[in-house]
């Protein structure tokens, strides 16, 4: 039967019409709609009897009437009943005016059987009809929209869900939540990293949901959340059962760089390398390793964080206890180097116990060098005690103490004034460093390279490993300083002059400046001084400079020596007044009515007569 401008109407709202008659004006016949599981109750109706055929708002009353008393929805969760399984749909009756057709595989899954014709099922429904006039249902959705209700009130109370990793995907992997599909990252999958999930694959596991967003259908779970509170209750309830400063055994699951990890039976404990042994130890890897079975004792539990320190040293004798009685200061031991460090090198003097040699106690004469090319490694050495600190387990040594001072015993072979050879070890702008004898070095400074050279000229002189003759100036033991000098060698050339002050001296001139002239006297040490301007005539008309030329002969007069600044001063002005008042002296005076001309004249061929 169809209606004009409608659809198809399903068999199932077949309607009968028993026939009978009443009084007219009131005749009535009572039609009745079959009753299925779903639909609403019989309702009677008043229909004409003028005609036994229904026209078409009487079959909408009829539909209306059938449909009456029920609230449905698109995108609601409803009962239905399976009214015929056929080509692989189950056809299911939700009371709409046609039934609807869901796939058989909807309803078979892990732990779910097939339905059979009258089971009650919940279905979603997606649309009341489509263009053909049927209903859209889903058992997916429906199971779905049930496991989102389910998964919202565990989210709620922080409860685990049960599901099934069920694949793969980019970043990690699938878990069927029973209906709802949520994302499992990699990282959240176990405790430590996992390489094969093969085994994990469908089996059904708690998870724990850390996010959900229904409207976008996003749900985010970690299988690792669950490990971790289940691996803290256990950590708890162990930890309960273990005590400070209790022994233990427990096998070694790990090494790292600053020690390894000991499992005492369900939980573990860090035995730390400096806790290994009384001992330096480089590496863990040097005392235990993995899967050893050691004895360890319970340093410390931290209840809070449930983290447990252990050690094994606190096992042995202590063997610093006593050891500032076994090692007085300033007595000599033998040890072995155990380590090298920048600042220093370690020396285990027995077993447990170590002191440190500082890089400044290693040499008398090596300086600023690393202490890897002093000693090495496992090399035996004897070292002196020079301080010990047992609180804080320190003990200070020496190597160099165990040798005699170089500079004491430089200055017993060679005191001041003893001439040395050496070579030319360094060259500086202040002078000459000289390697001598015990490894030692002596510095001549640049004033006393040359006795006539400023120290920059004499320096040029010298090159990096040229031999060299010296003499011991000095020697500081305390500062460690050895002087040398090769001027004095020769002598002061002032001291061998024989000269004085008041000497007249015949000189040559060496150079010829404006304010004055450069002069040389002396044969076998020439000895250099300088004529000012002002001195080189008692006339002022003949303080000229440029009357004079190199290699002239002059005659001067000594008038100041300065041995510290090794300047000698000369006056050819202070001579001709000296001679003049000797003249006056001897061949005239005031009351003999002579002129000076005279005077000088006479003084003047006397001298020459003489030379004669």
Partial sequence: MTQSGRGPVAS????????????????????KRPVSNLAAPEQPFNMSTETLTPSTDDFAAMLEASLAGRDLAEGQVI???????????????????????IPLREFTG???????????VEVYLERIENALGDAILSRDKARREESWD???????????????????????FTVDLGGASAFLPGSQVDIRPVRDVGPLMNQEQPFAILKMDRPRGNIVVSRRAVLEESRAEQRAELVGQLAEGEARDGVVKNITDYGAFVDLGGIDGLLHVTDMSWSRVGHPSEVVEVGQTVKVQIIKINKETQRISLGMKQLMSDPWEGVAAKYPVGAVFEGRVTNIAEYGAFVE???????LVHVSEMSWTKKNVHPGKILSTSQEVQVMVLDVDADKRRISLGVKQTQRNPWEVFAETFPSGTAIQGEIKNITEFGLFVGLEGDIDGMVHLSDISWDQSGEQAIEGFKKGDMVDAKVLDVDVEKERVSLGIKQLAGDPMDSSGVGRGDTVTCTVTEVTTGGIEVAFGDDSPVKAFIRKSDLSRDRGEQRPERFAVGDKVDARITNIDKGTRRISLSIKALEISEEREAVEQYGSSDAGASLGDILGAALREKDDKAE
Avoid at 110 to 120: E, I, N, Q
Avoid at 349 to 355: A, C
């Fill in 349 to 355: 003097l027995e077993e447990g116990v170590e002191g």
């Fill in 110 to 120: 892990p732990g779910s059987d097939a339905p059979k014709v009258g089971d009650d």
């Fill in 79 to 101: 009962k239905g009943s399976v009214t015929a399984i056929e080509n692989g749909d189950v056809v299911v009756d939700v009371g709409l005016k046609t039934e609807g057709r």
């Fill in 150 to 172: 389910r998964l919202e009130k565990s989210f709620d109370k922080k409860e685990p869900v049960n599901g099934a990793i069920v694949g793969r995907v980019k970043g990690g």
């Fill in 12 to 31: 199932a709202h077949t309607v009968q019409f028993p026939t009978g008659r009443t009084r007219p004006g009131s005749e009535t016949t009572q039609v």
